[in-house]
């Protein structure tokens, strides 16, 4: 894993992403979907402590049993920004990612990777940072534009920036239900992005690796502000460009 640093403000927030950027890897098909394991990560906030709880649980991805589970919790060490996201939740999904016995193998962000503002979002920024192959599957498309898929589960449409640049997939994974928003992140193309999200919805529209990632780390946040004496006060992850915590600091370092 690359040395990380916390950015001092947003000017070098930007820089390191800029940076990191890159060193992304976007000519590997990645692991072939139904294959070895598949781990979701996932944040929480409880931003009247300025508290942050992520998860990751691993999940054999033939089967999707879930084969290891971790979390970490830390305090917000960067502010909210809009396409920053990622500096506030990585050192605490660090943490959790690096608590685990097991290799975590393909990486599921609850987030984006190349379908953000700087082309590296969250799903980008933390397979940079591992070496790890990671995708993005998001609930929105954020900035975006796309047509609507077919209505049938595995229809998908492209992902549009302003400039007309395919930055992910609008995938069905439910017949006539939503879609989500899949995009690359590291050592992972489109297509295997998109064939590795259907394998992992064989029931719901969003991911089973994310899907149990939101509800541990939620549970793990209740237990964080238990210890404190007084209930959670509005745990929630910010809605925005995929990308809490004060454990490890990050960006490129020497």
Known sequence: ???????????????????????????????????????????????????????????????????????????????????????????????????LASDPGLVVCDGYGLAHPRRFGLAAHLGVLTGLPVIGVAKNPFTFSYDPPGPRRGDSSPLLADDGEEVGAALRTRADVKPVFVSVGHRVDLPTARAHTLRLTPRYRLPESTRRADALCRRALRDATAATGSSPGGASRAAGDGGVGSGPSYGVGS
């Open 1 to 99: 894993m690359k040395k990380i640093r916390t950015p001092a403000d947003e000017a070098e927030a930007r820089a390191v992403q800029d940076e990191l950027r890159g060193l992304v890897v976007r000519d590997e098909a990645g692991p072939p979907p139904g294959t070895g394991l598949v781990t979701g990560v996932d944040v929480a906030y409880d931003d009247e402590r300025d508290l942050v709880a992520a998860a990751a649980v691993v999940l054999d991805a033939a089967t999707l049993d879930v084969v290891e589970e971790a979390t970490a919790v830390g305090r917000v060490a960067f502010p909210y920004v809009p396409g920053l996201l990622a500096f506030r939740e990585i050192p605490t999904v660090l943490a959790a990612l690096e608590s």
